[in-house]
């Protein structure tokens, strides 16, 4: 896990969307998860806790973000057998554009305050049967 909390800051850079997705998924960001299950609530809060602990700032090596936090718990969950989704959102914010990442379990947003459906559109994700995905790598 270590390796992926240090790499995906710098694989986002070089990498596109859709194939860091499909790197940090255990058999592509739609693919089959490797092992069934689906993770007890306490289960999901422990990895959540762990992975905020190690964005904090003095620990990580770069700035904590929703994008890059989340990414890494797509990749822990989905290695653990849990069926998350990973969106993408974007809004107005007066004249810029302000983008948000999270996870979805069963139609659910994980640990937001508020549904991000309700202020981002979904301009992305992965993870499920309605993805919007592009099938080549542009």
Same mark, same amino acid.
């Given at each position: 896990m270590a390796f992926w909390i240090?790499?995906?800051p710098l694989?986002?850079?070089v990498l596109s969307l859709p194939r860091l997705l499909r790197l940090l998924a255990?058999? @592509?960001?739609?693919?089959?998860?490797?092992?069934?299950?689906?993770?007890?609530?306490?289960? /999901? &809060?422990?990895?959540h806790r762990f992975i905020q602990a190690l964005f904090r700032p003095g620990i990580a090596p770069f700035k904590h973000n929703c994008f890059v936090q989340s990414l890494v718990l797509f990749r822990v969950?989905?290695?653990?057998?849990?069926?998350v989704r990973?969106?993408? @959102?974007?809004?107005?914010?007066g004249d810029q554009v302000d983008?948000?990442?999270?996870?979805? /379990? &069963?139609g659910v947003?994980?640990?937001?305050?508020?549904?991000?459906?309700?202020?981002f559109v979904?301009?992305?994700?992965?993870?499920?049967?309605?993805?919007?995905?592009p099938t080549d790598e542009s």
């Open positions: 240090a790499m995906t694989l986002h850079r255990p058999n @592509g960001a739609s693919g089959e998860i490797q092992k069934p299950g689906e993770g007890s609530e306490e289960d /999901l &809060d422990h990895f969950l989905r290695r653990h057998g849990v069926p990973i969106l993408f @959102g974007l809004r107005e914010a983008g948000h990442a999270w996870l979805e /379990l &069963d947003a994980l640990w937001e305050k508020a549904n991000p459906r309700e202020a979904v301009s992305y994700s992965a993870g499920g049967e309605s993805d919007m995905m």
